[in-house]
């Protein structure tokens, strides 16, 4: 058992090495076998599609961001340094994780993902809800100016986060910290309340 | 010829919608075709590739962008109000074209793109450079923080706004207008040097 589960895990690397290189559609179970150096029926020993492996990518990727949230919210520390916190912490998880953000930000879509895409919305909205809810309680707080609404600056710290995946590299010249501070600055001096 | 160019516009224009809704990989020329109730032989009078399609939907839609942010950043008028206006130019360009937004950012990535990825990266690179540039002046002339990176202050815009196509519906309870505004105040508060 021990062994299937590390050759799983193998797969499921070679895979996103592959979706990543060469695209989801475009990647074939022949191409993940070759890479493994097995027979193509004996993937299917580990995993029972490629929309599987594309599923359990997005588990991944999702479950990491999500338990990361979730502890930051549960944190007794302000909604300032919650912001602060996520932001440090999403932007790590994608620059650490690369290749597994990439396919799951770039790949998953209705069609890619037809089969369980009401699971990647589910995924999704938890994410979003302790966005919305710590740039809520932040307002309710008085830490963050009134007038902002925290479906559409939400969006905004989602949108700005995950772009990353588009022009990031690890040889770039920034670090992951220093985008993080160019960010966790903008954001905070955008939304704080003047005092 | 006029009629030929208008029959050109409709079949760009369906084969907008189709990638929109099925996705480009899995939308065929035959899609298309039925479609536009021609046969499939009779397309290719019109255009060569399924992909010649993509490519002018790239150009429609960085073409429109790249007008705009020229004019924009040519204009007698400060930095500050240059990023005003390419918030609420870019954001209501993608809402009044959503399907060929959505395709043009969803779909093209270096796999489909292939034949032309040089010429999307040409165009993309052409955009980003009068972001930055905007941001920059703003930063030299004392409009905005001594301590911003226009690169990484530059990609959290475009990240923010081009996310748009993953959640906005002309259905949703926001207008692109009232989007527009909360970023706008978002960036510049988050950028403006304290005076």
């Known amino acids: 058992m021990r062994k299937d589960g590390s050759r799983r895990e193998e797969l499921i690397k070679i895979a996103t090495k592959l979706f990543m290189e060469k695209g989801y559609r475009t990647t074939s179970m022949q191409d993940i076998a070759k890479q493994m150096g097995i027979q193509k029926p004996s993937l299917y020993h580990y995993i029972s599609s490629k929309e599987d492996i594309l599923k359990e990518i997005v588990d991944i990727t999702m ?18 340094e919650k912001l602060e916190r996520i932001i440090d912490s999403h932007i790590t998880l994608i ?11 770039r790949e998953i879509n209705r069609f890619n993902a037809k089969g369980f895409w009401a699971h990647v919305v589910a995924l999704r909205d938890k994410y979003e809800y302790h966005v919305r809810n710590i740039l809520a309680s932040g307002k309710k707080l008085g830490y963050f100016r009134e007038d902002i609404d925290e479906k559409i600056i939400g969006f905004a710290l989602l949108g700005c986060v995950n772009w990353t995946i588009r022009w990031y590299s690890p040889k770039g010249e920034k670090s ?20």
């Open 63 to 80: 479950n990491r961001l999500i338990s990361s949230i979730e502890e930051i919210d549960r944190a007794d520390i302000s909604p300032v």
């Open 95 to 105: 620059c650490e994780n690369l290749e597994l953000f990439t396919v799951s930000l």
């Open 176 to 195: 992951p910290k220093e985008i993080s501070n160019q960010w966790k600055k903008l954001f905070l001096t955008g939304l704080l309340k003047n005092k």
